[in-house]
């Protein structure tokens, strides 16, 4: 079983910046391909950015250019810095992993961000 901690979400204006962390429960991270994912009210999940222990990335196409994804293995924990926060942006973002030799998807419980004037 894994286990997934978000921190960092908050409120801030647009323009502004926020860092979030996931910090993970599990044996063997560099297993895990990290993802951010962030769902807004009335709207389905999306992919903000992915990262696997090779350092490989994507992002959605919606962020790319003002978030990035990393990952600190000795640590345990994925961030996802955020730069350049829209209104738009606003949702509650979710950690997730997945193994790299399975299916199955473990989620955190989800960080609310709130950009707003």
């Known amino acids: 079983q894994v286990q997934l901690v978000e921190s960092g979400g908050g409120s801030v204006q647009p323009g502004g910046s926020l860092r979030l962390s996931c910090a993970a429960s599990?044996?063997?991270?560099?297993?895990?391909?990290m993802s951010w994912y962030r769902q807004a009210p009335g709207k389905e999940r999306e992919l903000v950015a992915s990262i696997a222990a090779s350092r490989s990335r994507n992002y959605g196409d919606s962020v790319k250019g003002r978030f990035t994804v990393s990952r600190d293995d000795a640590k345990k924990t994925v961030y996802l810095n955020m730069d350049s926060l829209q209104p738009e942006d606003t949702a509650v973002y979710y950690c997730s992993a997945r193994s790299i030799y399975g299916s199955s998807v473990f989620w955190g419980q989800g960080t609310q961000v709130t950009v707003s004037p």
């Open positions: 599990v044996d063997r991270f560099i297993l895990y391909v």
